[in-house]
């Protein structure tokens, strides 16, 4: 299973941005995807998830009202949007599967739930 991540780049504070995370798997439309990311210095963090039919959806504290996960089955794709966004939002951020996908022990959270992780996509906020 490969995860390619794109979208990164560089924005002003207050700008947005969309990455996308794209799957070679079949398996993807029975898989809860998240995304979380990494700040120099920094553990990785939970940003967002989806459940595998996209009926559910979760956010971290710190982006929830300004960022927004999808998902198109149809693509085995799913998309991060990120708006306002701040220098605190700086940070190498991956998207990740849980093929096992088993809804009643899903904390989207941790991140030893999920099996595939993307490479990594660069997020740079200019102040």
């Known amino acids: 299973v490969q995860l390619q991540a794109s979208g990164g780049g560089l924005v002003q504070a207050g700008g947005s941005l969309r990455l996308s995370c794209e799957t070679s798997a079949r398996t993807f439309s029975s898989s809860h995807m998240g995304w979380f990311r990494q700040a120099p210095g920094k553990e990785r963090e939970f940003v967002a998830a989806i459940t595998r039919r996209g009926g559910n959806t979760y956010y971290s504290d710190s982006v929830k009202g300004r960022f927004t996960i999808s998902r198109d089955n149809a693509k085995n794709t799913v998309y991060l949007q990120m708006n306002s966004l701040k220098q605190e939002d700086m940070a190498v951020y991956y998207c990740?599967?849980?093929?096992?996908?088993?809804?009643?022990?899903?904390?989207?959270?941790?991140?030893?739930?999920?099996?595939?992780w993307g490479q990594g996509t660069q997020v740079t906020v200019s102040s």
């Open positions: 990740a599967a849980d093929t096992a996908a088993v809804l009643a022990v899903y904390v989207p959270s941790r991140p030893d739930l999920y099996d595939y």
